[in-house]
């Protein structure tokens, strides 16, 4: 059974960074790709980009190019988002997601619960 | 980027009836290669299908799914109260992966 574990809420300043983690435990973590998911209050579901830990090698969407960060840790199964350069429009739900299908362009089984990152002054 | 449009935005049906939720794209889909997500409030998606036919574990019959190229059609038999929430189709046959902007199934 996977389960995918993430931090916790999080208010931040405009300007600032934040750094969200997804733990993850059961299936095989290394030959997986993780995706990142971003949801804005009362939106709907935007992909943010991925990494597949065993290659080490992150890739992202072009509306977060500039100020996400997606890393892994192979030996505690953790991946993690930075998000820098924070404004109001980052108020957001972000997920991790378990990719499954083709790797480049997965569907998603397997959600993290969701870290709720919110921009205020 | 393939855009994905939902429609309706807001869906009002009674439990035993039929739910048809509709997701067009922008450009054909690689492989006809869409998924389908139900959301409720505060919780994240829940996979329910994938490859544009194909039931996720667990999910019931009652759900289903076809479509090919830019037309795609999710829908629910014999409604149930449970099935109320938000329906996202997302297409996974190129990169970026994009979603639709969803259908709200009120019951």
């Known amino acids: 059974q996977v389960l995918l574990v993430q931090s916790g809420t999080e208010v931040k300043k405009p300007g600032s960074s934040a750094k969200v983690t997804c733990q993850a435990s059961?299936?095989?973590?290394?030959?997986?790709?993780i995706s990142w998911v971003r949801q804005a209050p009362g939106q709907g579901l935007e992909w943010m980009g991925k990494?597949?830990?065993?290659?080490?090698?992150?890739n992202y969407a072009q509306n977060f190019q500039d100020r996400v960060t997606i890393t892994a840790d192979k030996s505690t199964g953790t991946a993690y988002l930075e998000v820098t350069g924070l404004t109001s429009e980052d108020t957001a739900v972000y997920f991790c997601?378990?990719?499954?299908?083709?790797?480049?362009?997965?569907?998603?089984?397997?959600w993290g619960q969701g870290t709720l990152v919110t921009v205020s002054s | 980027e393939i855009v994905l449009t939902q429609s309706p935005g807001t869906l009002s049906l009674s439990p035993g009836e039929r739910a048809t939720l509709s997701c067009r794209a922008s450009?054909?889909?690689?492989?006809?290669?869409v998924a389908w997500y139900q959301q409720k409030a505060g919780q994240a998606p829940r996979l329910l299908i994938f490859?544009?036919?194909n039931r996720a574990t667990g999910i019931p019959d009652r759900f289903s799914a076809s479509g090919s190229g830019t037309e795609f059609t999710l829908t629910i038999s014999r409604l149930a109260p449970e099935d109320s929430g938000m329906y996202f189709c997302?297409?996974?046959?190129?990169?970026?992966?994009?979603f639709g902007g969803g259908t709200n199934l009120e019951l």
């Open positions: 059961g299936g095989t973590f290394n030959s997986s790709a």
């Open positions: 997302q297409q996974h046959g190129s990169s970026p992966v994009t």
């Open positions: 997601a378990r990719g499954s299908g083709l790797v480049m362009s997965p569907y998603f089984e397997y």
């Open positions: 490859d544009a036919s």
């Open positions: 450009q054909s889909v690689n492989y006809n290669f």
């Open positions: 990494i597949i830990p065993i290659l080490g090698s992150s």
